[in-house]
């Protein structure tokens, strides 16, 4: 029988920095546990606030002797919790604990061979030998008193260790990533051996958690929810209605920044599968009036944000009793928008996170904040929802303003609609539509000199962006055949006027994001 509280099993992941940090997150939370990814330097008393079933300190770039090394309250290790320090994390614990880290001989970066020299517990299940993702260039010397080897390579003598009694261990690799094959089984054995966790974390708890969650904050008041078309907004409605029924009401603007035609398909669809009040806003010449002249990335994020929010409570005024404004916010976002370094170093402010105002009337309710995009595809089949809604591929809350880089004008978002209706298409026309996590075009700040009709040009640059991913955290570029890039850039070239020149992004995530601003 699944616990009640979906919470009451959960993991604490420490953020270090590490690129694959949020891929920690995603392996918790395919076995069924719930986890947060917080930074390290969240504090000793807030780490016991958070009455998780075990720790685990994330990967970094970081050496434990460079001199703004990031460390944690060594108290951690004194609360009496199972704790999984995870290359860096690994090589933090040995340094607080009172063992040696130097300097490798060679680095270790990709594949390698790991000896087991212990299968008991954290390895338990898996051979002697086992094909690990290694990315460190210090290594253990000496572990701490307590601690044990567990694993070894040909460069690092303690590529794994442990404290049985503690329930402390360390991997030198990164079990995470999918290039360590039995990386899955590593942390199950964590979690449900060592950690004692039971699987409490599925979309069906997580509804009735939310459901009951949702009833008493709201109480009697009313919501109003902004939809965008995406799958994020619709599945929030969907679970808010189910919860509140309708006392909840939709409100859908046309800011301007959408795709062509999908106003109209929004509307459509909405009011075909969902029986839910819907208000539907044409407030284009507003918005593109505030983002006038602006061609700052984070200032059109947060202009785009306080206008939504502008006009949500205008609207609001004129329903009955409206106390709440529900949005899709899902936990990259959060992620994003508050970084392990702290808010210098956040890589963008999302538009329904950062981009918010300091004072609202309304009081907000964020229902899947604590989900990943595939967990809100699975919520949203739960849900009853149909596949049209639920495997549409992602759409920026700030829209197309985000994907005309510099100003954004009518003349140049009409460019970019047309050149991404062509993109679609042809993704569409060879099934990989649903494949792919994400496939658009960007319209550059730049103009390029071409031959048209023996003609010289001197016209814009439209690039092609198509990833694959699971959360959109990381991501990597798709590999799309040559005959369906020439397919798309021929007739971008042709077909949409203003444009004399085509270019594919082929940038993985990190180091770049998955949109260009």
Known sequence: MMPE????????????????????????????????????????????????????????????YDKDAPVVDKGLFALGLPVLGVCYGMQLMTHLLGGVVAKAHRREYGRADVT????????????????????????????PDGFSPIAHTDNSPVAAMKDAKRRFYGVQFHPEVVHTPRGKEILWNFLFEICECKPAWTMGSFIDSQVKEIRERVGRRGVICGLSGGVDSAVTAVLIHKAIGDQLTCIFVDNGLLRAGEARKVEEVFRKYFHINLVAIDASDRFLNRLNGVEDPEKKRKIIGNEFIYLFEE????LKDIGFLAQGTLYPDVIESVSFKG?????????????????????????????FKDEVRALGRELGMPDEVIDRQPFPGPG????????VTKKRLEILRNADVIILDEIKKVGLYTKIWQSFAVLLPVKTVGVMGDERTYENVIALRAVESLDGMTADWVR???????????????????????????SSKPPSTIEWE
């Open 5 to 64: 509280n979906i919470h009451s099993q959960k993991i604490l992941i420490l953020d270090f920095g590490s690129q694959y940090t949020q891929l920690i997150a995603r392996r918790v939370r395919e076995q069924k546990v719930y986890c947060e990814i917080h930074p390290y330097n969240i504090g000793l008393e807030k780490i016991k606030g958070f009455g998780g079933k075990g720790i685990i300190l994330s990967g970094g770039p970081s050496s434990v």
């Open 116 to 143: 087991l020299d212990d299968n008991s517990d954290l390895f338990k299940g898996l051979s002697g030998s086992e094909v690990v993702w290694m990315s460190h260039g210090d290594r253990i010397e000496k572990f």
């Open 315 to 318: 609207e609001a005024l004129k």
């Open 343 to 371: 808010p210098s170093a956040t890589i963008k402010s999302h538009h329904n996170v950062g981009g918010l105002l300091d004072k609202m009337s309304l009081k907000l309710v964020e229902p899947m904040r604590e989900l």
């Open 400 to 407: 197309l303003a985000i994907r005309v880089l510099g100003q």
């Open 480 to 506: 799309l055949p040559y005959d369906l890039l020439a397919e798309i850039s021929s007739r971008i070239i042709n077909e949409v006027k203003g444009v004399n020149r085509v270019v594919y992004d082929i």
